[in-house]
């Protein structure tokens, strides 16, 4: 199987499936593995040295299993371990590796979404505490105003199947009404977090008509087609079988029955034993 030359997929749970359904529905042709880190999960409140270890550590398995590129599908690993991953550990180790993350292709993109020039950004506590959103999107938005909002009880609830009952409701007002209350002319959301999209009924209940609601599923695929064209090296080296699949570092069984809500199909995963 390690012949195999899959495209990785790394999440610190769930969520990153909301982009490998995506990826996966673009580009149908390709090997995948996708990992989730579910033991050690959720990532938002760790360190960023811990997010740092953790990260690289299913980054390099997925490397020894075949993996030459490896989305980080997971936008806290994306905010406290990409940049270091790409610019110390890759050149001496892996220079033939490729490791990709969720924030630069959003932020490439978000300025199209808004008319105000104001735009929200709804993610984890270490997503928001890292300000990775706001530093790229001044990169190619300048003028954009960009008001984050940490929602650090959406994931629980999201991993814990609660993200579909009234308890979930308070919280959702809760972030969405802060986030409100600090930009009254905000129309456009970008949810930065994998996991969020489940909670879209929700969180689109209690904002404006007009307020547009940014997942970042089709934007990663569609960033992933347009690397792979500019990089014939890469794409001439993966197979393409149309295989998948999942691996998690927690209760397989769990995994599986809670990954179909994200992937919208049955999963069959196994379960790897990580360092820590």
């Not at 990409?82 to 550990?89: A, F, H, P, S």
């Not at 972030?175 to 970008?190: H, T």
Request: net charge negative; hydrophobic share 35%.
């Amino acid at each position: 199987m390690k012949n195999n030359k899959s495209i990785g997929v790394f999440d610190s749970g769930y969520g990153g499936l909301t982009v490998f359904k995506s990826i996966a529905a673009l580009l149908p042709d390709y090997n995948y593995i996708y990992l989730g880190d579910n033991a050690r999960s959720p990532y938002g409140d760790h360190t960023f040295e811990t997010v740092y270890e953790y990260t690289l550590e299913c980054v390099e398995w997925l490397f020894a299993q075949g993996c030459p590129l490896v989305i980080l599908a997971c936008n806290t690993a994306s905010a406290k371990a990409l940049r270091t991953i790409q610019q110390k550990v890759l050149p001496l180790k892996y220079p033939n590796h490729r490791v990709l993350g969720v924030i630069r292709p959003t932020a490439e993109v978000i300025g199209t979404y808004t008319s105000s020039h104001t735009i929200g950004v709804m993610g984890t506590r270490g997503t928001v505490n890292s300000d990775s959103y706001p530093i790229e999107i001044h990169k190619f938005y300048p003028e954009l105003r960009v008001i984050q909002q940490s929602c650090p009880m959406w994931v629980p609830l999201i991993e814990n199947n609660e993200h579909e009952g009234e308890g979930a409701d308070y919280f959702v007002q809760e972030y969405v009404n802060e986030l409100l209350g600090k930009a009254p002319g905000l129309d456009a959301i970008l949810l930065a977090c994998t996991h969020y999209p489940l909670l879209i009924p929700k969180i689109q209940s209690y904002l404006p008509a007009d307020c547009k609601l940014i997942a970042q599923g089709d934007i990663v695929a569609e960033s992933l087609v347009a690397y792979l064209n500019h990089h014939p090296e890469m794409e001439t080296m993966l197979t393409k079988k149309g295989e998948k699949r999942f691996f998690t570092s927690g209760d397989h069984k769990v995994f599986d029955k809670n990954a179909s809500i994200f992937f919208d199909k049955a999963v069959i995963s196994s379960r790897i034993n990580l360092k820590k």
